[in-house]
């Protein structure tokens, strides 16, 4: 089976910087994706990583230790609109289809 | 560009009732096709997973079923809903042999079963 572990909940202040972690155990990883969901909708795809190392892309950034089994995804410079559910998800076999994990919910205050 | 529609996006159902929810994607060809369902505080679960027309994997022993009768449209059903079915269900397709591919998520059907 596959565990995918993050935290419920976070909170941040806007323009600060935040970082939600996920660790997940699984057999035959094969890469490991974020996507933002805001209430009520669908989630939408942020990055994937199938490399150990940083990917970055504009204010956010997603680093990947497949040796720990750790992801984080960072955010910079928050704004009040980031405030929404991220989704962990890793895929793993032959099929390649993604397991998500419960997903962090962030809220960004004034 | 590729598109993806999902419906009802709302509906209300008395327990033992036939569900249908129906997805189409447009602007693309034989895409992998999914059925996932999101239950309160919970994660994202796979329900059923399409590789091509009438080929389906279930994830999740369960009263549902899906069926896949043309390359880009995929049904959700069921013969008699259970209060435990009630939740955000939602269809998402990705490209076919592309093993890193995103998944593109329809816009979502809530499901309340009374």
């Known amino acids: 089976g596959q565990n995918i572990d993050q935290p419920t909940e976070m909170t941040a202040t806007e323009g600060a910087i935040v970082q939600i972690n996920c660790t997940y155990q699984t057999s035959g990883f094969n890469g490991l994706f974020w996507y933002q969901q805001h209430a009520g909708e669908a989630p939408t795809f942020l990055s994937y990583?199938?490399?150990?190392g940083l990917e970055e892309k504009g204010r956010f950034s997603s680093f990947l230790s497949r040796s720990k089994g750790y992801s984080y995804l960072l955010l910079k410079e928050l704004q009040m609109k980031d405030s929404a559910s991220y989704l962990c998800?890793?895929?793993?076999?032959?099929?390649?289809?993604?397991?998500f994990g419960r997903g962090t919910s962030l809220i960004v205050h004034p | 560009s590729q598109t993806i529609h999902q419906w009802p996006a709302t509906l209300v159902q008395p327990v033992g009732s036939p569900l249908s929810l129906e997805c189409t994607v447009e602007g693309t060809s034989n895409p992998n096709l999914y059925w996932y369902r999101q239950a309160a505080g919970r994660g994202l679960q796979l329900l059923f997973y399409s590789v091509g027309i009438g080929q389906i994997s279930s994830e999740v022993p369960q009263n549902l079923s899906a069926s896949r009768p043309q390359d880009r449209q995929f049904i959700l059903s069921s013969k008699k809903l259970l209060l435990s079915d009630s939740g955000f269900y939602l269809c998402a397709w990705s490209v076919r042999d592309y093993a890193t591919g995103e998944l593109f998520f329809g816009e979502g059907s809530r499901l309340t079963v009374l």
């Open positions: 998800a890793a895929s793993s076999g032959g099929s390649y289809i993604p397991t």
């Open positions: 990583n199938v490399l150990d």
